[in-house]
């Protein structure tokens, strides 16, 4: 029992987690504190107000960050928030196409220029986000199409951090510490994360500057319960459910076997 | 002076400390500490001048490379390195681990070079290949066997997932008897921990990287945690220039464990000097 | 000339340099120091781009030997490795949009990447199975904990008993704090001491004690 | 969304879900060649894109400021030139400018940010008291403390941990077990959706389940 071959682990899984895309479970997801805090900021949003989507995650992450992306996205079109849009990460373009073609109220209920903007994609890690907290304009002259600023109505009232109302920055790294730095510490700005699951860990170190987080799939699938649009997040959790489940059982078997080896002994 | 003009004075110093001593406001302290860090690395320094150098706790997983190396040449079979993703470049903020690391390399190649064992090396940081490619050489020569270097045992790719699944080949071609990783490792940590389980090989891990740690304990055999690396080359070579180093962090360590006990308490009774101090 | 360039000390006064220009302008609110760190980095990345073809003469040294000495079970891919390098990049370097570079590149580099990137799905599973032993009480305590977040971030967890999300938030929230603070406070402590070393020039250990 | 009929979609669709399994045969069989077929065509892949998104970054950050005028760009070029004199033995020590160069920066990012971020806010954000606290914010506040002290006690070196430091060194090893275990419970959480990630798509590409 304690030496399995590890390739009857892995077919386990693999079939296990293909099990619940064809035959879905659909157990309830339990809303989470951090969740709700990130949804009640965007309920609180409306018209008048902008908000920040700030993409530092690729492509390959999507499976955890794509469901809370779109999730978020269709809350704030919802509440009719103005959006900007910019990213850190070369494969970005993908992902923004993703997220139009997902939520379509962006290129039909939205005017782009005037509702939201998508400014491209910017290096320069840390440096860059503190240069926007303090001057937009300086950094972008122009979108990811070359529109020039001054032709977009909205990235014009946009001058620096203190003229956004909500960050939300979609992280697969460090850039919720970049925010929390300078648009929060620095300017006041709400800062908020879409993050994969392992960011909990380290983001609960900064509670007061932080309004809340989804981690990974799971809270993707909590926002879509939320603003009751089910959709790959809630999928996803069938899997989670199952593949966790097994971990636990895996775990509790090596154990049993563990002990019973060393009482032979 | 009246109480007035001394509050005057400090609340002028306070809104204009960044005009005059050009700091940046937030970012004070933060340079003292630094300041004092390059000071206690001073001070380390001639003490270990005057024979006084601090002496290390035993750091099992580097006193673990003898052995493993030996394993290796009893088997027959080569000793894999790699250093990790480490962002790919030199001159990111995992610079330093992969130079540490590059460290460690030049000690196990030593090794590997007096008992005829072959190395293999895996990396995906191409400005690190001029560094990796002159301490193997300096390892061979050193060990007076510098035609036994063969420049083919570094092997490069492009990217941190081609270098996972040139390492997973690697491993059940060559069935390397050692596997080591060492440096700014991200997710091909549990990748290539368990699948180096998988062939049986001998691991010694290490990386400042916490959120590779709990991997690197579960599937190595030897683990260095945290700063561990960093003492790592100082620990095989003994160089009492570099254990100071050692010791200089330390003393930050239980410096800063005073301010956390002081701090606490002062806050606790109200009194929030060390807070102000620790954003100033 | 090139006795005095040839020297370890002024190579590594370079790095000095760079290292506290870096380090001013992080502390420092001095505008000019701003721009040149800003360019340096910008060097520093160009540097960087051209080591890539150092990595390709290394990878190369490698796969032309296996073909000319016609490796068992390895030449041919050594090979292939080497045609599909040359004609892609032909192609890419020439048009990007091209169908063959687009389309190599989304479904066979992109896909791949996400792959290999989620095969660690399959060996967290065997890592579990391994670590996840009650050894000691270090152990135990590492399974409670690693458990409890399973059983937190699932919703099976509280399907099974409601207490498991409640004691899996506090050790997220609140029991974790403590010990991952810890760990990223040494990390940066051993970081700064190996950087004040490189930056004075003392740490020597990469530069493998040759000449 | 209906199954994919445009040939390129099509082709490519299968193309990436056969090399998946290809790879993923590594893992729940063994090394073949069908794995190593994968493993190099995604490295040739993989070297020739490096190569054009090296070409792209030199165009725009190095070739286009110098056509505006700005020479300075020569510097980093040349810089980057002077590392292939590593292959030549006279020479070789010349590729050590450049690097230098390169470690400086690393190095400096690396203490100015650590300094800051990991050392002095980590002190800070432990002293920093719980606000409108419950009597169970006083646990907890005094617990993270507490826990902090101790582990990093486990961390001093020059010490053996033994008479006064025996305790909270062994305190501290119990704390860092539950911060790793807390890591590796989200880091499982992150690893299985991405490979659930896979597995649908799979299942999608097979017919198994419908497009979406």
């Known amino acids: 029992m304690a030496e399995v071959d590890r390739r009857v682990l892995y077919w386990v899984m693999f079939i296990a987690l293909a099990i619940p895309f064809i035959n879905p479970l659909g157990l309830p997801v339990p809303i989470t504190e951090m969740t709700k805090a990130v949804y009640d900021k965007v309920e609180s949003l409306g018209p008048k107000n902008i908000a920040l989507f700030s993409i530092a995650g690729g492509v390959s992450a999507w499976p955890e960050i794509a469901p809370s992306m779109v999730a978020v996205m269709r809350h704030l079109v919802k509440r009719e928030v103005k959006i900007v849009v910019w990213g850190f990460f070369t494969d970005q373009d993908i992902t923004v196409d993703m997220i139009t073609s997902n939520v379509p109220e962006l290129s039909t209920k939205y005017k782009y220029g005037e509702d939201w903007v998508y400014m491209g994609y910017l290096a320069g890690g840390e440096t860059a986000v503190a240069a926007l907290a303090s001057d937009v304009h300086s950094v972008f002259k122009a979108d990811k199409y070359g529109t020039p600023t001054e032709k977009l109505p909205l990235i014009q009232r946009v001058k620096s951090a203190k003229d956004v109302d909500l960050v939300l920055t979609v992280d697969t790294g460090s850039y919720i510490t970049y925010y929390i730095r300078h648009w929060n510490v620095g300017k006041g700005t709400p800062v908020a994360e879409i993050g994969i699951a392992m960011q909990a860990d380290q983001v609960v170190f900064y509670p007061a500057n932080l309004v809340g987080l989804l981690i990974g799939v799971r809270g993707g699938a909590e926002y879509e319960k939320m603003i009751g649009r089910l959709g790959g997040g809630t999928i996803t959790m069938d899997a989670i459910n199952i593949s966790h489940l097994l971990f636990i059982i895996v775990i509790a078997l090596a154990n049993i076997g563990y002990v019973m080896t060393r009482r032979k002994k | 002076m009246t109480k007035a003009t001394y509050s005057v004075a400090a609340d002028f110093l306070a809104e204009n400390l960044e005009e005059i001593l050009l700091i940046t406001t937030g970012r004070g302290f933060s340079f003292v500490v630094l300041v004092l860090s390059f000071i206690f690395f001073y001070i380390a320094i001639q003490l270990a001048k005057k024979g006084k150098a601090p002496k290390i706790r035993r750091m099992v997983a580097m006193d673990a490379i003898d052995e493993a190396v030996g394993r290796a040449t009893e088997e027959g079979k080569p000793v894999h390195y790699s250093p990790g993703y480490a962002y790919m470049t030199l001159s990111s903020e995992q610079g330093p681990q992969t130079l540490a690391s590059i460290g460690i390399l030049s000690y196990v190649a030593g090794l590997c070079a007096r008992f005829d064992v072959p190395i293999i090396y895996n990396t995906c940081i191409a400005d690190s290949l001029p560094l990796v490619e002159e301490t193997l050489r300096t390892a061979y020569r050193n060990e007076g066997k510098p035609e036994a270097f063969d420049p083919k045992c570094i092997r490069y790719q492009p990217g941190q997932s081609e270098y996972v699944s040139a390492v997973l080949g690697t491993f059940q071609r060559e069935r390397p008897a050692v596997n080591m990783m060492i440096g700014g490792l991200y997710y091909e940590a549990v990748v290539i921990g368990e699948a180096a389980n998988v062939i049986g090989a001998t691991q010694i891990g290490g990386s400042a990287n916490i959120h590779q740690m709990p991997f690197i304990i579960a599937t190595c055999d030897y683990a260095m945690i945290g700063e561990e690396i960093f003492a790592g080359s100082a620990y095989v070579t003994k160089d009492p220039l570099v254990t100071s180093g050692i010791a200089s962090g330390d003393w930050m360590k239980m410096l800063l464990i005073a301010i956390t006990v002081l701090g606490a308490m002062l806050e606790l009774s109200g009194v929030n000097v060390i807070s102000q101090l620790l954003k100033w | 000339m090139s006795s005095i360039l040839r020297r370890r000390e002024i190579i590594l006064f370079l790095t000095g340099i760079v290292g506290g220009l870096m380090i001013f302008e992080y502390f420092f609110a001095v505008k000019e120091a701003a721009a040149v760190s800003s360019t340096i980095q910008k060097w520093a990345i160009i540097i960087s781009t051209f080591a890539l073809g150092l990595g390709i003469i290394t990878a190369f040294r490698v796969h032309l030997s296996h073909v000319k000495k016609r490796t068992k079970g390895q030449w041919f891919f050594s090979a292939w490795l080497m045609g599909f390098f040359v004609l892609l990049t032909v192609i890419g370097l020439w048009n990007t949009k091209f169908v063959v570079y687009d389309w190599t590149f989304k479904n066979v580099y992109v896909a791949l990447s996400t792959t290999l990137y989620a095969i660690t799905g399959f060996y967290i599973f065997s890592a579990a199975y391994r670590a996840f032993r009650v050894r000691n009480i270090e152990a135990a305590i590492l399974i409670v904990s690693g458990a409890l977040i399973l059983l937190r971030n699932a919703p099976i967890g509280e399907a099974i008993w409601k207490g498991f999300p409640i004691l899996g938030e506090w050790v997220l929230m609140k029991g974790q704090v403590g010990g991952m603070r810890t760990l990223t406070f040494v990390a940066a402590v051993g970081l700064v001491a190996f950087g004040i070393r490189t930056l004075l020039g003392m740490e020597r250990g990469y530069y493998g004690g040759g000449e | ?212």
């Open chain 4, 1 to 212: 969304m209906p199954y994919p009929t445009d040939p390129l979609i099509l082709s490519g669709v299968w193309a990436s879900v056969i090399l998946t399994l290809m790879v993923y045969s590594y893992v729940l069989y063994k090394e073949t060649p069908v794995f190593r077929f994968a493993e190099h065509t995604y490295i040739s892949a993989s070297l020739a894109i490096s190569v054009v998104v090296a070409y792209q970054t030199l165009s725009s950050n190095a070739f286009l400021p110098i056509s505006q005028g700005d020479m300075t760009y020569l510097i980093p070029i040349v810089l980057g030139l002077l590392l292939y004199t590593l292959p030549f033995r006279e020479v070789r020590w010349v590729s050590r400018y450049p690097l230098a160069f390169i470690v400086g920066v690393g190095t400096g990012i690396a203490i100015r940010g650590s300094v800051h971020a990991q050392m002095v806010n980590q002190v800070l954000a432990a002293i920093t008291l719980p606000k409108a606290p419950q009597p169970i914010d006083w646990f907890n506040f005094l617990f993270s403390l507490v826990a902090f002290l101790t582990s990093t006690s486990y961390f001093i070196f020059t010490r053996e941990h033994t008479g006064v430091l025996k305790i909270p060194t062994q305190l501290g090893r119990y704390m860092i077990m539950l911060a790793l275990g807390s890591y590796f419970g989200n880091t499982i959480l992150f690893r299985m959706s991405m490979l659930s990630g896979r597995v649908e798509e799979i299942l999608k590409v097979f017919g198994i389940i419908p497009w979406r």
